[in-house]
């Protein structure tokens, strides 16, 4: 097996070890990411936009006079997803034709801290079209394959960054989320993805929230460290944010990692059906065994679900969704002094764009407060009657385990079909109830622990109480010890390995 081929098993922290300790330069680093994207991704997809030469350059920097001040991840291979975040001078797409070509002049606060702690961004990952389907198959660049199956989907909308976790080009990449943007591909792909706590990372200087606060910025990796050591180094409020989520209780998520749940939580679970009126029975035996993994580990584990349903909030959510992808659309435009038109976009796209331009301010914020509504009453699920009432006993659980999606990596196409209409309900009942984190702001995560016979991974899906990263990160941690998965890599070299129960 090759050196580069050896790294692809690495998760960011130990790729970064290596450079500390001398055995590899931070440029020899970045390098080996570079082979395996020229490499891999022609069958992948996997890759927007690249940048290389500026990532190099930035390798060959000097650190500065304090080098123990470095972060656990300096100089770790790192890809943007091409919806969000920008950086000054590359190109930025948003996977639609309409932004082809476009380089905005001004970056962004979260590409700044990426590259604060030491993350190196050697290009773009691909997305869906505006982010506004759950797989990543735009017309623009192309369709991101699943590594597990090139014939499925990868998820979406970060599906780029997913694949290229899970295939092992880099070992952490940027995600973002306002209905399960980051935890769909993470199932669909094997690797492991948390939607932070509303307001938990910065969105300026561009914006200050996105969709009333649907949308949260992170990342997705091959490891839980990974992902709690981004978060400690992107996390807090920017000057001017108009809100900002509270602090971490556990002083940092690394060190929620470190130090594991601590307690018995009392943890929920759920195999109830989404808007579909289905569950695949590998993503509800998914669930059933998390379950159960949980209890050997010491856990409080108990069947049982919160009143309030997605399916009951399809409707309003989309309000949001259709103004958030008009508004993004909108200020596109007017950055790139372009002018929308129908033959530059998908078909979904479009129709969500017209929608949104129709909708009156009367009616947007009536589902603002329909959803506002249902997120006091799913609040009430995790907190403690005594905190409420000022008495009783009654403890709110801490975690609450469902399904990420309704089914497996879905066929290549699955969302393309019928009506705009019918592809949006399709995408719906993909997602399952994942858009409930996001309406309620509440953190979420997927933790890849099953995979089917046919070789393809399933997420099992983790809700906490709000502003409780920790938790999720520290029970994670516990269930990656556990069931370990970043062992796992399709491709050459690396067949499929037999799945346990998990």
């Known amino acids: 097996m090759s050196f580069s081929e050896r790294l692809r098993e690495l998760d960011g922290h130990a790729q970064a070890e290596l450079v500390r300790t001398g055995e590899l330069s931070r440029g020899d680093l970045l390098r080996a990411a570079i082979e395996r994207i020229e490499r891999l991704d022609g069958s992948l997809g996997s890759v927007a936009v690249t940048s290389f030469d500026r990532a190099l350059a930035q390798a060959d920097e000097p650190d500065g006079p304090h080098p123990e001040e470095r972060g656990p991840l300096h100089g770790v291979p790192f890809l943007l997803k091409d919806l969000g975040p920008t950086v000054a001078g590359m190109e930025a797409t948003m996977g639609s034709r309409f932004l082809k070509g476009f380089v905005p002049a001004q970056g962004s ?43 499925r989907s990868a998820g979406g909308s970060s599906g780029g960054s997913a694949a290229a976790v899970a295939a092992g080009l880099v070992p952490v990449a940027h995600a973002n989320d306002a209905g399960g943007s980051i935890r769909i591909p993470a199932s669909n792909c094997g690797v492991f993805g948390l939607k932070p706590t509303r307001a938990r990372t910065p969105l300026g200087p561009a914006v200050g929230d996105l969709m009333n606060g649907l949308a949260a910025e992170h990342v997705v990796s091959r490891s839980v460290r990974d992902s709690a050591a981004v978060l400690d180094a992107i996390s807090g ?86 103004a958030g992808v008009s508004s993004a659309i909108s200020s596109f435009a007017l950055l790139s002094g372009r002018t929308p038109e129908p033959g530059q ?26 959803l506002q509504r249902a997120a006091r009453g799913l609040a009430g699920f995790y907190e403690d009657e005594g905190e409420r009432q000022g008495r009783g006993s009654r ?20 969302f393309s079909v019928g009506t705009p209409r019918q592809q949006l309900t399709r995408a719906v009942e993909f997602c399952h109830e994942t858009p409930l984190a996001n309406l309620t702001g ?12 046919a070789g393809l991974p399933v997420g099992v899906h983790a809700t906490g109480r709000f502003g409780d990263e920790a938790t999720l990160f520290a029970l994670a941690a516990q269930l990656e010890q556990a069931r370990p998965w970043a062992h796992r890599l399709p491709g050459p070299g690396h067949p499929r390995m037999e799945t346990r129960s998990c």
Not at 281 to 296: D, F, Q, S
């Open 345 to 370: 976009f998908e078909e979904l796209t479009w129709e969500l764009y017209e929608q949104g331009r129709t909708l009156s301010a009367a009616g947007y914020l009536l589902a603002v407060s329909t």
């Open 109 to 151: 606060e979260l590409t700044d801290r990426f590259e604060a702690a030491g993350l190196r961004v050697l290009g773009k990952a691909r997305t869906a079209e505006f982010g506004v389907l759950p797989t990543t198959e735009n017309t623009a660049q192309g369709a991101t394959v699943n590594p597990w199956d090139h014939a």
């Open 442 to 453: 509440q953190p979420a995560m997927s933790v890849p622990l099953h995979w089917t016979e």
């Open 395 to 414: 403890r709110g659980y801490d975690v609450l385990l469902g399904p990420v999606t309704s089914e497996p990596a879905p066929p290549l196409g699955t």
């Open 237 to 322: 409020p920017a000057p001017g944010d108009p809100y900002w989520a509270p602090p971490v209780a556990a002083g940092t998520f690394a060190r929620a990692v470190a130090e594991g749940p601590g307690r018995r939580l009392r943890i929920a679970f759920s195999t109830r059906a989404g808007s579909g009126g289905r569950l695949d029975p590998a993503c509800a035996t998914a669930v059933r065994e998390a379950a159960a993994l949980c209890a050997e580990l010491g856990h409080e584990v108990v069947e049982a679900e919160p009143a309030v349903a997605f399916t009951d909030l399809v409707e309003p959510f989309l309000v949001l969704w259709a």
